[in-house]
Each structure stands twice: as C-alpha cells, then as structure tokens.
C-alpha cells in the first residue's frame, strides 16, 4: 500500500518539473527572438543612416554643381570694357574765377602738425668725446651671471641644448588601438586632419583652399560600430564631415583611417588622434 500513497507525490513532482523545464525553454526561445530583432533593428538602423548620409551627399553634390553654373554665368555676364580711349575734359569757361591758394600750387611749403625738430647736421663743437675707459674691451666675456654671479655661470648656447621635459599625455581609458599600421601612404601634408569631437564622434576637416568631391573612408580597417562614414562626400574647404566610431568587442579603434578623394591615385591614411 506504500507505493499506492507515494504515486500521486511523484506525479505532482513531475508535472512541476515539466511545467518549470517548459517555462525556461519558452524563457530562452523568446529571449532569442528578442536579441534577434533588437540585431534586425540595428542593421535597419544603420541602413537608414547609411541612406539619409547618401542623400545629404547627392544634396551637396547638386549645390557644387548650381554654384558652377552660376559662377559661369557669372563670369559671362561681366560688361567687357570699350576699346575707345578715354574722352577729355572740356577746358573750364573764360570767365572770373576765385584765385588758387598759394599752399595748393606748391609755391608757399604747408607746415606740419607736430613734426619733429631737424637734428644738427654738425657736431657741437662743446660736446666732448666719449672717454675710452667707458667702452667695453672687445675681448671681456659677455657670458650672463649664473645664480651665484661668479665664474660657474652656463652659457646661453648651453642652456639652449639642454632637452625639455616631456609631456605626459593621459590615456583615454576603455580603449584599445591596432597595433599594426594601414597599408597606404600618409596623405599629402595640409590636405586632411581627424579631429575628436566627443568621446565617439569624429570629424574629418578639410585644409586646403579648394573643395574636394568623392571622399571616401574604406570600412575594411573600421569597427562595426562605425556610423556615418562618409562614401561620396563633398567637402567644402575649412568644413569637416562628421561619423562616429567607438571600439566594440575584438574590434578596437585604428590608429588611422583610409581616406580617398577625386584626384587621388590611391586611398591615404589619416591618423587618428588619441584625445
């Protein structure tokens, strides 16, 4: 009869067992589809930032080529200047007229406001000449005092060799760099510089005096994280184009960026600054 009374208390163990196993796969099945939509939505995030940068890039695109034509227009508008020579004056009418001022004719000199007085041509012959003791011998030593004032004083050629003290420069903390360098040349000097506008904003600059069209940075070296890259930009001298990049995982920030432009035979690096 014993196990008459202990088969309805396994039972109900055993459904509670099921029930809980059953609740904890649903738990890991939804928590499963939840991490993959917020994945779906990042990418469809990123798809539409990707599409409004395309756009404001074709905007600029199409206002660099109106600012063109108009300043063809422009220049094709200018009045072209006559080949006639100048006309003449006519010669003013007989008549009475007030007579010229004799300062205007140059007969009478102006005199000026606060001029100075003219130095003496001559020497006076009362001034006496200077002594030769006042003079300094040519061959005394001109080297400055040092803090005593005696012999041991350094030179100003010395104390100008004498290397100065490094900075330090304070790490930014949470971040890693690649240790291995891009495979392209630097860029040309006063072309590009990467500027840092926040902890994970960037901003590329332009240096030059003229716009540059069809700036690109290569995604192969960049973290996944990165937004707003450019692909097709133009960029306007003393403006930057602004993305974001922030290390993510096994994928830290570069020490450089690929950047290619119209006119550039290849893509050049940009290094990235640390703070």
């Known amino acids: 009869m014993s196990w008459l009374a202990?088969?309805?208390?396994?039972?109900?163990?055993?459904?509670g067992t099921v029930v809980t196993f059953g609740m904890a796969c649903y738990a890991i099945v939804q928590g499963a589809g939840q991490r993959r939509d917020m994945r779906r939505q990042n990418e469809?995030?990123?798809?539409?930032?990707q599409l409004q940068r395309r756009q404001i890039e074709t905007a600029e695109r199409r206002t660099l080529v109106m600012e063109q034509i108009l300043d063809r227009l422009t220049a094709a508008s200018e009045p072209v200047q006559s080949a006639r020579p100048p006309v003449a004056a006519a010669p003013p009418p007989p008549g009475p007229s007030s007579p010229t001022p004799p300062?205007?004719?140059?007969?009478?000199?102006?005199?000026q406001r606060n001029a100075p007085p003219v130095p003496s041509e001559t020497r006076d012959e009362d001034e006496e000449p200077d002594e030769p003791g006042e003079s300094e011998p040519p061959g005394e030593d001109q080297r400055p005092a040092g803090p005593d004032g005696g012999e041991h004083a350094v030179p100003a050629a010395a104390r100008s060799r004498v290397p100065a003290k490094p900075k330090r420069r304070r790490p930014v903390p949470y971040e890693r760099r690649l240790a291995s360098a891009l495979p392209y040349p630097p860029a040309p000097p006063g072309v590009w510089r990467l500027e840092r506008h926040g902890p994970y904003v960037y901003g590329l600059r332009n240096t030059t005096a003229r716009t540059l069209t069809g700036v690109r940075i290569s995604r192969t070296h960049l973290p996944a994280s990165a937004?707003?890259?450019?692909e097709d930009s133009v960029v306007r001298p003393g403006e930057a184009v602004e993305f974001v990049m922030a290390p993510e995982g096994r994928q830290p920030v570069p020490d450089a960026v690929a950047v290619s432009w119209d006119g550039q035979p290849g893509p050049a690096s940009v290094p990235v600054p640390n703070c």
């Open 6 to 15: 202990l088969e309805p208390g396994d039972a109900a163990t055993w459904g």
């Open 227 to 230: 937004r707003g890259v450019p």
């Open 44 to 49: 469809l995030q990123a798809e539409v930032s």
């Open 103 to 111: 300062w205007l004719t140059g007969s009478v000199p102006v005199p």
